[in-house]
C-alpha cells in the first residue's frame, strides 16, 4: 500500500463509494492469525510492545513505511475494526483494487483536499475505530531512512481528540526496498511505542503545534529503526 499518507495536501478518490465494502470483522479475524504466521515463518516477524495498544477508543496507527506488507503486519495484535488510508492509483489496478477495499483501505489522492473525506474519517475515530496513516506519503529510502513526515496525521488527532500510537517498522527495508520487485527473506520487528496524547499549548496556533508534535512523533518513530546497542 504505497503512498498511503495524511490528509495534507490530499483527498480521498471522489468517484469511491462513501463506505466501502468490507470483510466482516470475523473474517479479519480468522486472517490474522494466518498472517501472523506466515510472517514469523518466512520473515522471523518479532512484535514488541504490544501492551501499549489500546482495545478501546479511537485511535490513530502513525508509522513508517517500509514495504507493501506494512499495514498487515502492523495490524496483526489490534484486535479492532481497521481502516488505512492508501494510493487511489493503487485501486484502478487488476484484482490489487477490489482486494485492497474489502481489507478496509480508503482512496487518497496526492494532490488537492477535500473536507468531505476528512468528515469520513473523522466520524469514523469518533465512532471508536482505529485509522492506519503512513506521514511519510509513501515507502522509506532503500536504506531505511524515514522521509519527512506530513502533519496531516496529527492535525486529524487534535480535531477528533484522539491519541497516536507511534509504530516503527525495524527491517522491511532488507525485505522488500523500493529498487526490489519482489521480497525476500528477512528479519523484520515492528515496534509499538507508549501512546502519544497530543496537547495545544497556551497560546499556540493549531498549525504550530502540528509541526512541533509532529516532530515528536517523527523522532519517537525513527529513534527505534537502529537496533539499541
Known amino acids: 500500500m504505497s503512498k498511503t499518507g495524511t490528509f495534507a495536501g490530499s483527498k480521498i478518490d471522489a468517484r469511491a463509494p462513501i463506505k466501502p465494502s468490507v470483510f ?10 494466518c498472517v501472523r504466521v506466515i ?20 485511535l490513530i496507527i502513525a508509522s513508517n513505511h517500509q514495504t507493501y506488507f506494512d499495514p498487515f503486519w502492523i495490524s496483526i495484535p489490534v484486535n479492532r475494526p481497521v481502516r488505512y488510508l492508501a494510493w487511489s492509483v493503487a485501486f484502478d489496478w487488476p ?23 476528512i468528515r469520513r474519517s473523522l466520524q469514523w475515530l469518533r465512532e471508536g475505530g482505529v ?11 532503500c536504506d531505511g531512512a524515514m522521509t519527512r513526515f506530513k502533519a496531516g496525521a496529527v492535525r486529524l488527532a487534535l ?40 496537547t495545544q499549548l497556551a497560546n499556540e496556533e493549531t498549525r504550530g503545534c502540528a509541526r512541533r508534535q509532529t516532530s515528536v512523533l517523527s523522532n519517537t518513530i525513527a529513534s527505534a529503526l537502529q537496533p539499541v546497542s
Open 39 to 58: 510472517s514469523r515463518v518466512c520473515w522471523n516477524l518479532k512484535l514488541t510492545g504490544t501492551e501499549n495498544i489500546p482495545t478501546e477508543g479511537g
Open 24 to 33: 466482516p470483522q470475523w473474517a479479519f479475524e480468522i486472517l490474522r492469525p
Open 131 to 141: 485509522l492506519v496513516i503512513f506521514p511519510e506519503g509513501g515507502r522509506s529510502t
Open 159 to 198: 480535531e477528533a481528540n484522539v491519541p497516536i500510537l507511534p509504530v516503527t517498522i525495524r527491517g522491511g527495508n532488507q525485505v522488500w526496498p523500493r529498487n526490489q520487485k519482489l521480497p525476500r527473506r528477512g528479519s523484520v520487528e515492528i515496534i509499538y511505542h507508549p501512546l502519544q496524547h497530543l
Open 95 to 117: 484484482v490489487v483494487g477490489t482486494v485492497m477495499t474489502l481489507l478496509g483501505a480508503w482512496p487518497l489522492q496526492v494532490a488537492g483536499s477535500d473536507p468531505a473525506a
